[in-house]
């Protein structure tokens, strides 16, 4: 298994601003992803972050609004730029153990944009 | 477009009864579909993975089923404890990628 963490864990920003979100992963993993939480609703994949290559992005999120770097084997970044209340969610990174396709989740950064 | 439909309504149990949740999905072929559980302001842990070639695993006090016929999961808790009680969903997968539905909360009252 693989143990998760994410900075922040919360924050509270205002629209316009950009937030940076971190996840660090205790082991070398290939790839990382992106999901965000809406309150009551499913977990929606952002995107999947391999190292060394662009991020590939899912139906309905771009790179200009959710920027996305992978400079090493156990580490990731997410930005959520330019943000307006409807950003509000909860963001988590998973990484998936290739043998299982078990994937392992961080605890999740809660994002509230006022 | 890809549905994946749970229990919409949130499950209420009593201790060491037998809890059953639903996992409906329409327009996909999921290779795999897994179960994970979700407790508040927590990520969401991995419970079982059971494969389109599968129609049946169980894992200690949990059981999961699978028809592709019909594309349904059964998730079982048998012995429900209080400890049980979060939200339980379910994902279904092709390669890497899941696809989750909205969860099912289930209480379990002692």
């Known amino acids: 298994s693989a143990v998760i963490s994410q900075k922040p864990s919360r924050d509270i920003c205002q629209r316009g601003t950009s937030l940076t979100i971190q996840c660090q992963v205790d082991?070398?993993?290939?790839?990382m992803f992106w999901y965000r939480q809406q309150p009551g609703q499913s977990l929606t994949l952002i995107a999947t972050?391999?190292?060394?290559?662009?991020?590939?992005?899912e139906s309905g999120f771009v790179i200009d609004k959710f920027p996305i770097s992978r400079p090493n084997l156990t580490f990731s970044t997410l930005t959520v730029s330019n943000m307006s209340p409807e950003d509000s969610s909860i963001y988590l990174c998973?990484?998936?153990?290739?043998?299982?396709?078990?994937?392992?989740f961080g605890p999740g950064t809660r994002l509230t944009v006022t | 477009s890809q549905k994946i439909e749970q229990n919409s309504e949130a499950l209420n149990i009593q201790e060491g009864k037998t809890a059953t949740l639903t996992c409906n999905y329409t327009?996909?072929?999921?290779?795999?579909l897994q179960w994970y559980r979700q407790d508040p302001g927590r990520g969401p842990v991995f419970l079982l993975l059971?494969?389109?070639?599968?129609k049946e695993k169980r894992k200690e006090r949990l059981k999961v089923t699978f028809d592709t016929t019909l594309k349904q999961s059964l998730f079982h808790i048998t012995a429900s404890q209080p400890a049980d009680s979060a939200t339980y969903l379910c994902?279904?997968?092709?390669?890497?990628?899941?696809?989750f539905g909205a969860g099912t909360t289930v209480t379990v009252r002692a």
């Open positions: 327009n996909y072929s999921p290779a795999y």
């Open positions: 998973s990484v998936e153990d290739p043998s299982s396709y078990e994937q392992y």
């Open positions: 059971i494969r389109e070639n599968e």
């Open positions: 082991s070398q993993v290939t790839m």
């Open positions: 994902a279904l997968g092709n390669d890497y990628k899941l696809s």
């Open positions: 972050a391999n190292q060394g290559s662009e991020a590939t992005y």
